[in-house]
């Protein structure tokens, strides 16, 4: 038996889409150039990493805005996915991590921990089974009841983690250059005015007489 790995999304952009998991390295995220792309806008462009390691698969997250969490919980560092845990990219996004079992020598798919198949009995064995008189009323099997699909969790906010919820953005950098260069920009201006004013009043020799007669001898009696 061969095990392969899959996303199955539930819920977001191509919802029923079956993934299957046929590299090593993959990254989910809303830019085009990811493995996996999911164009939801709470996704982050590289939003989450999922890479083998021996025979399992780990979930990463890349540093996304709206988190990446599996079963509720958000991820704070690499963390080893089992088979049927659901993955939630901000709170639309919801994917779930599926394992099957493939056997090469037949058609027969099954999910890991599903009950086996019981092989069907021999000719003679189904020769010697009581056979049912024409007369007797056949009742049709009862259909199994559906199951209606069980709501899911509400995030919530556990300790100091995010669980779904979106982290409110972090407050802008302030602008000190901003003021550095306008503070610069007034005084320029306000020595281009000055310069103005003595050379329009010819105040050369009565603010500035030792600076003058430095450059031009005689200049200021």
Known sequence: MITEFRLIIRSGPNSGQVIKLEKDDLILGRDLHSDIVLTDPEVSRRHARLFQKGSAFM??????????????????GPY?????????????????????EVDPDAT???????????????????SQRPTISPM????????APVEQPKPQPKPQIVGGDYVGSIPESPAPKKRWWIWLVAGLALLAVGCLIVFIIVDLANLYCVLFPGVVNLFVPGYCR
Do not use: M, W
């Not at 709170?91 to 779930?96: G, K, Q």
């Not at 890991?112 to 092989?119: A, D, L, R, S």
């Not at 007797?136 to 259909?143: D, W």
């Open 108 to 126: 027969k798919v099954s999910n890991i921990g599903e009950k086996p198949v019981q092989e069907p009995a021999p000719a003679e064995q189904i």
């Open 80 to 100: 080893l996915l089992q088979p049927g845990e659901t993955i939630h990219l901000g709170e639309n996004c919801i994917l779930v991590f599926e394992a099957i």
């Open 59 to 76: 979930l990463e997250d890349l540093g996304s805005t709206n988190g990446t969490f599996v079963e509720g919980q958000r991820l704070t």
């Open 136 to 143: 007797e009323p056949i009742q049709a099997p009862k259909p």
